[in-house]
C-alpha cells in the first residue's frame, strides 16, 4: 500500500512489481469468496491459495516496514542528522489519507449508510481512524481499511522506534529490533488469552466492542509489530548490502535470482497446500515467523536479481504496483458491484466467474487510476513540492 520511495538513494528497482502481486492477491481472496472456485491437483488446493492471498497483507506490511526505514538506516549508518520528521508525517499523511477519505466518503454516499443514525458512531470511528478498536466497526464499511489503520497506527509509532535506538550501532538497533518484535508477539498472546468474555460498547448494547479472539485483538497493531520489525531488519541489511556492493544493484546476480525463486516456490507451496497449517506460531498472523521471513527474503534479494527483476519493473506489473493503494481499497466495492448488477441481470457469478473477473478487474483499474492520477499523485506532489522549495 506504501509507495517505492521518491529519493534515488533509497529507491529499490523491483518493489513496485512485488507491491502489485501482493495486491492481486488480496483481490483474489474477495473474488474467490464470491465465486467459490474449488479446483484440486495433487495436493495443489486452489481454493486454499485463493484465500490465502490475504498474506498480501503481510506482503504490504513487511515493505512498509522496509522503506519508511531507509532514511533512518541512513541516520544509523552514516551517523548523519537526524531525518526531518515533520516532512515524514506530511508525506504519510500525503499518502493514505486523501485517497482513503475519498473512497469512504464515496461508498458510504453510494450505499446511503450515512441515513441510518446507528451507523453514525461506525462512520465517525472511521473518519478519525480509531474503527479497529470496535468489533462492530472494524469490518463494516470496506473490509480492507482495516489493515489502513494499522498501517496509519504504525507511521506513528516508526520515529519512536528510532528515536529510542538512535545512538546504537546498527547491530544494536537489530538486537533490540528482534527483542522488541519478540516481546510484542509475547504481548500479544497474552492479551488474547485473557479477554474471555465479549464487552458491550458503552452507548449502545446491541453493539460488541471486544470479543473473545475477535478482530479487536487479533488485527491489532501490536499483532503485526514483528511484520514490520522484520521489514525494518531487512531494510537495514539491504541498506547495508548496498553501501558494500552497489554493483550487485547495477549487474544483478544469478545468485540472488536463486534466493528469490527459492522464496517464492516455497511460499506457494505452504500457501497452496496443507502444509501451511503446520508452520505458524499460536496466533501469529500470516504464517509467522516462517513466511513472513521468506518475504523479507523476496524483498531482500529482488533489487539485486538479474532477470527477476525484469520482470518485476515490466510495464504492467510496475503499473499494478503503483496502482496498488487504489486497487487495495477499492477491489471489493467493485466486485460487490459487479456481482449485484449480475444478480439483477439475472446472470450467476458462481457459475459465469469469468465475467465478474472481467468487469471487477475493469472497474477496479479504472477506480485506482482515477486514485492515482486525481488524489494521490497530485497530493504527494504537493507536499513534495513544499519541502523541496
Known amino acids: 500500500m506504501d509507495s517505492n520511495t521518491s529519493d534515488p538513494n533509497f529507491y529499490y528497482k523491483g518493489l513496485h512489481g512485488l507491491r502489485g502481486l501482493a495486491a492481486l492477491a488480496v ?54 542528522p537526524w531525518p526531518n520528521i515533520t516532512y515524514y508525517f506530511i508525506s504519510r499523511a500525503a499518502r493514505i489519507l486523501p485517497a482513503y477519505y475519498v473512497a469512504l466518503t464515496l461508498i458510504i454516499l453510494s450505499t446511503g449508510y450515512w441515513r441510518f443514525t446507528e451507523a453514525w458512531p ?46 546504537q550501532s546498527a547491530i544494536l538497533v537489530s538486537f533490540y529490533l528482534l527483542l522488541f518484535a519478540s516481546l510484542s508477539y509475547g504481548l500479544h498472546l497474552v492479551i488474547i488469552s485473557q479477554v474471555d468474555a465479549s464487552i458491550i460498547w458503552p452507548t449502545n448494547d446491541m453493539l460488541t466492542w471486544i470479543r473473545p479472539h475477535g478482530a479487536v485483538v487479533t488485527h491489532s497493531l501490536l499483532g503485526h509489530i514483528p511484520h514490520f520489525s522484520i521489514g525494518i531488519l531487512t531494510g537495514g541489511f539491504l541498506y547495508k548490502l548496498k553501501l558494500s556492493q552497489s554493483n550487485f544493484f547495477v549487474q544483478g546476480s544469478g545468485y540472488f535470482d536463486a534466493i528469490f525463486t527459492l522464496c517464492i516456490c516455497v511460499i506457494f507451496l505452504l500457501l497452496s497446500t496443507s502444509l501451511g497449517n503446520y508452520i505458524q506460531m499460536p ?30 519493473e515490466g510495464y504492467v506489473i510496475k503499473m499494478i504496483g503503483k496502482l496498488s493503494y487504489g486497487i487495495y481499497i477499492y477491489h471489493l466495492p467493485a466486485l460487490i458491484f459487479v456481482d449485484e448488477t449480475m444478480a439483477r441481470l439475472h446472470r450467476d457469478a458462481s457459475e459465469q466467474w469469468y465475467l465478474l473477473l472481467f468487469f471487477s478487474i475493469i472497474f477496479t483499474l479504472l477506480l485506482s487510476m482515477l486514485s492515482f492520477y486525481l488524489i494521490e499523485q497530485p497530493v504527494l506532489k504537493i507536499s513534495r513540492k513544499k519541502f523541496s522549495a
Open 283 to 312: 496466533f501469529g498472523r500470516y504464517g509467522l515467523p516462517l513466511i513472513p521471513i521468506l518475504m523479507a527474503l523476496l524483498i531482500f534479494s529482488a533489487p539485486a536479481t538479474k532477470y527477476i527483476v525484469r520482470f518485476l
Open 27 to 80: 483481490f483474489g481472496v474477495h473474488y474467490n469468496q464470491i465465486v467459490d472456485i474449488e479446483f484440486y491437483l495433487g495436493e495443489f488446493d486452489l481454493y486454499l491459495l485463493l484465500k490465502n492471498g490475504e498474506y498480501g497483507v503481510g506482503l504490504f506490511f513487511i515493505l512498509s516496514g522496509f522503506l519508511l526505514s531507509q532514511p533512518f538506516w541512513h541516520t544509523i549508518f552514516h551517523k548523519k
Open 122 to 167: 461506525d462512520i465517525l470511528l472511521h473518519y478519525s481512524f480509531t474503527f479497529n478498536y470496535a468489533e462492530f466497526s472494524i469490518f463494516s464499511i470496506n473490509a480492507p481499511f482495516w489493515s489502513l489503520a494499522v498501517e496509519l497506527q504504525f507511521y506513528c509509532l516508526l520515529p519512536l522506534i528510532f528515536w529510542f535506538l538512535r545512538k
